[in-house]
Structure formats: structure tokens, C-alpha cells
């Protein structure tokens, strides 16, 4: 699976638009780009993927670039309750192998 | 219940005890998986099963054996375990470990295991 590489922190106010980049410039052509947050201690938890196209849905929209080396993770209007570490993971379909997750970047919203 | 759960959420064992956490989905998935989370380092994958069978052990120490009794069931097996194998300890389900259409794993809560 190809690496990726995030901020460790990122600062955002509350109610802005959090947007969370991530560079996977070595992403093959059949990987796909995963997001996931993990509350402390507790286990990750998925919100959204992609692997072309722009996709949407409740949580986030996700932004994939035209040569997919990188992405961003948008969160609308963000609440306190969106301060979390946040992973961007790239890997194939399918296959026997579980999800590599990195550093991840700490959301941190401020009031 | 819904999701995938985890028991107990906490646990702490001596270095000559044999403990057992387990792991039930309730979303009808076929693949579920291990992980272990130490403080400060990536996750890591320990076992994936497919349809009850293992299809993939990390060179995870013997002192870590699992059990997929049915395809909602997994168990991890702890005996003589090191304190550096304190960790949070998670597991996850997905509709279809080896299948070409794209899964998404859902993860519980994970137990945090203290060896002491």
C-alpha cells in the first residue's frame, strides 16, 4: 500500500470548514483513498472514500486532485466534537490485508 | 446491539495469567480482524479471518491465539503476556476480506489491556 503524509495538527475554528490534506504521491492506479478519525482510546472510525471523483456524504466531502497524488478531507461547519486524530489511508480493493493507518493529523476546533 | 462490540472495555493481568477478549459483529460481515494499538505507534494488523478461516497472521508471538468460532465471533486468546504488550486492542469486521468489490472495515470500541 502506498504511504501517506499529513500535517500532525491542524487548528480550526468552530463552524469554519476544516480542511485536512493529504499527499499519497506514490498511489497506484486501483488504490483508493480512505478516511478515518479515531477518538482517543477507542477505536477508528470511517468516514469516507474515494478513488477518482469528488465523493460526498453526511460526515465530510472528500477532494481527490487530477493525478490523485493528494486530498483533501473537508469537514462543513465544524463542531468541538469533530477535535480528533484524523488518518488518510491509501490502499487496494478488497484483498486479505487490514487498513495501515499512520500518525494521522490532531484536529484541534476551537470555540 | 449494533456495530461491532467488544469485551471487556478494560483489563489488567498478571504476566502467568490466561485471558480472553472477544468480539462480536451484528452487521452480517464475513471477514474480521485484530489490531493492536500501542501508545504513540501506527496500527497494527495482528490476524485477519475470512469465513472462519485465518487468511493472514502477522508474525504475532504465540502468546496471542485466535479463535473465529462463526463468522460473528472472534476471540484473542492472552497467556504469559509481556508488559510491553499493554496495548489497546481493537477489532473490526468487514462485509468481505478478499473479494474485489471495496470493503470498509467498522472497528469497536477496543479493550485496553494492562500487563503488568
Known amino acids: 500500500d502506498a504511504k501517506t503524509t499529513q500535517p500532525p495538527s491542524m487548528d480550526c475554528a468552530e463552524g469554519r470548514a476544516a480542511n485536512l490534506p493529504c499527499n499519497h504521491s506514490t498511489i497506484s492506479g486501483n488504490e483508493y483513498v480512505y478516511w478515518y478519525r479515531q477518538i482517543h482510546s477507542q477505536g477508528p472510525q470511517y468516514i469516507i472514500h474515494?478513488?477518482?471523483n469528488n465523493e460526498t456524504n453526511e460526515m465530510a466531502s472528500l477532494i481527490i486532485t487530477e493525478d490523485r497524488k493528494s486530498s483533501t478531507l473537508i469537514l462543513p461547519h465544524a463542531t468541538l466534537r469533530d477535535t480528533d486524530v484524523y488518518y488518510c489511508?491509501?490502499?487496494?480493493?478488497?484483498?486479505?490485508?487490514?487498513?495501515?493507518f499512520g500518525k494521522g493529523t490532531h484536529l484541534i476546533i476551537q470555540p | 446491539e449494533t456495530g461491532v462490540t467488544q469485551t471487556p472495555r478494560h483489563l489488567v493481568m498478571g504476566m502467568t495469567n490466561k485471558k480472553s477478549l472477544k468480539c462480536e459483529q451484528h452487521?452480517?460481515?464475513?471477514?474480521m480482524y485484530w489490531y493492536k494499538q500501542s501508545a504513540k505507534k501506527p496500527l497494527e494488523l495482528m490476524f485477519v479471518?475470512?469465513?472462519?478461516?485465518?487468511?493472514e497472521n502477522n508474525s504475532v508471538p504465540s502468546r496471542f491465539s485466535p479463535e473465529c468460532p462463526n463468522s460473528s465471533h472472534l476471540f484473542l486468546h492472552l497467556h504469559t503476556l509481556q508488559p510491553e504488550d499493554s496495548a489497546l486492542y481493537l477489532c473490526a469486521s468487514s462485509q468481505d476480506a478478499l473479494a474485489i468489490n471495496l470493503d470498509t472495515q467498522y472497528f469497536g470500541p477496543g479493550t485496553r489491556l494492562t500487563v503488568l
Open positions: 474515494g478513488l477518482k
Open positions: 479471518y475470512s469465513l472462519e478461516e485465518r487468511v
Open positions: 452487521l452480517g460481515h464475513n471477514a
Open positions: 489511508i491509501v490502499r487496494f480493493r478488497g484483498g486479505a490485508d487490514g487498513l495501515t
